[in-house]
């Protein structure tokens, strides 16, 4: 059997600079906290762990002094602000390119533009995006979503990084009809970009693809969507063991695709599994 990994795929600039900044942290400090996952990776998390991550529900089970990390995913002034009245040490991870989607909500939302922001409203990178919004706004997930929003003076679109342009472009399309002025700045990270891009050439040199990531993780469900939607059959796992060896039989070339906060010792896994 041959197998095809997309290129590129698996960790992102992002998520390997907060991998990076933890273990240096942990050597330091012995232990550090984080409010939620840092990663969307739950074997990558439970390795961290083992060196001294400590992941909390929320701020307030952070106890005084402590260091903090700020996971990948950013998080909302408010939270920064009672982390600071704790006098806690706060070692900031967040990606460039969230910091970049929230600083866009707080200048769009200031100079008076109705902010649509497209993603999942109870991701964590959106909630800590919504804290930066100083006015009104609308969550969206899609075009349609836009039929039930009067028409607006001004409007101003940001992104999910983690969301497919074709739906922010569709948007920023219809958008047109509600709006007499429209803003949209593309805040959807260039690593998401190419990765699905990656699958979609992927998905028609080989017989099947396996993409590989958390299942909480939004990019990796985006891969498993777009090789799904490419007509080629499809399997989303977590790590290696959970591959079907049934589902492989008869296919001879396998691709492999992985989200972008997949390690590469899990793909490595899953490439030996399927050979």
Not at 81 to 95: E, F, P, S
Request: aromatic fraction near 6%; charge should be neutral; include cysteine.
């Amino acid at each position: 059997m041959k197998v095809i990994t997309a290129e590129p795929t698996g960790l992102c600039f992002g998520v390997t600079r907060a991998i990076k900044t933890m273990e240096e942290a942990l050597i330091s400090n012995g232990r550090i906290f984080c409010i939620g996952s840092p990663i969307h990776n739950p074997q990558e998390v439970k390795r961290l762990e083992n060196l001294g991550l400590v992941v909390v529900s929320d701020d307030d089970k952070v106890p005084p002094g402590e260091a903090v990390f700020v996971r990948a995913h950013g998080i909302s002034p408010d939270v920064h602000r009672r982390l600071m009245d704790k006098n806690v040490r706060i070692i900031d991870g967040t990606c460039p390119f969230v910091r970049k989607a929230q600083k866009m909500a707080e200048q769009l939302s200031r100079e008076g533009y109705f902010l649509l922001v497209l993603g999942d409203e109870y991701h964590p990178e959106i909630q800590g995006i919504l804290g930066y919004v100083e006015g009104p706004y609308r969550v969206i997930s899609q075009e349609s979503d836009l039929k039930a929003i009067d028409k607006i003076d001004k409007i101003g679109i940001i992104s999910q990084t983690t969301q497919q342009e074709s739906t922010l472009k569709d948007i920023a399309y219809n958008a047109v009809g509600i709006a007499r002025e429209i803003r949209v700045s593309n805040t959807i990270c260039r690593a998401t970009v190419e990765r699905q891009e990656a699958v979609r050439r992927l998905a028609g040199s080989v017989d099947g693809i396996v993409v590989i990531g958390g299942h909480n993780s939004a990019n990796t469900a985006k891969l498993f969507r777009i090789a799904q939607e490419s007509g080629t059959p499809a399997l989303w796992v977590e790590e290696a063991h959970q591959l079907d060896r049934g589902w492989l039989s008869g296919k001879a070339t396998i691709g492999i695709a992985a989200g972008a906060s997949t390690p590469d010792w899990l793909i490595k896994q899953l490439q030996q599994a399927i050979l």
